[in-house]
């Protein structure tokens, strides 16, 4: 495994949690100013790469497979037993997230946004589970 690598993702994660939070997007129209809103979808973009980044370093890292998507990346976790199934099903949207904020952002709007926002929390509970399998 790459240590470095990891060390470095795990920090990426936690200062895109704390940007994040500094934007303090409580309701769908602290998302109307400008600013606020393409700061938080790039956070979001950003963190969800991350968490990608982490399973597959995880995946490839324990010989688990050769993952061909994202999701699968996730799916493979789960078959191994390191996630359940909700956080499967949770990932594998946020990884549709990821997706639609690269490839079609002409149909995120900031109800979208604010949506991904609160959906991130699976997130920090799938960090908690792959740093336990890190050490």
Do not use: C, W
Not at 24 to 42: C, F, G, N, P, Q
Not at 52 to 68: N, Y
Request: aromatic residues 10%.
């Amino acid at each position: 495994m790459d240590k470095e690598r990891v060390v470095k993702i795990l920090s990426d994660v936690e200062k895109y949690f704390k940007d994040l939070e500094d934007r303090e997007i409580k309701t769908v129209d602290d998302l109307r100013d400008v600013e606020k809103y393409y700061a938080t979808s790039m956070i979001l973009f950003s963190l969800l790469n991350r968490i990608i980044d982490l399973g597959q370093e995880i995946v490839l890292s324990k010989k688990l497979g050769m993952p061909s998507t994202y999701k699968e990346i996730f799916e493979i976790l789960f078959e191994r037993n390191f996630i359940t199934k909700e956080m499967l099903n949770e990932l594998k949207k946020l990884v549709d997230v990821r997706n639609i904020l690269s490839h079609e952002y002409y149909r995120v709007d900031i109800s979208f946004i604010f949506k991904a926002a609160k959906r991130v929390k699976v997130i920090k509970e799938f960090v908690k589970i792959m740093k336990k399998e890190i050490k």
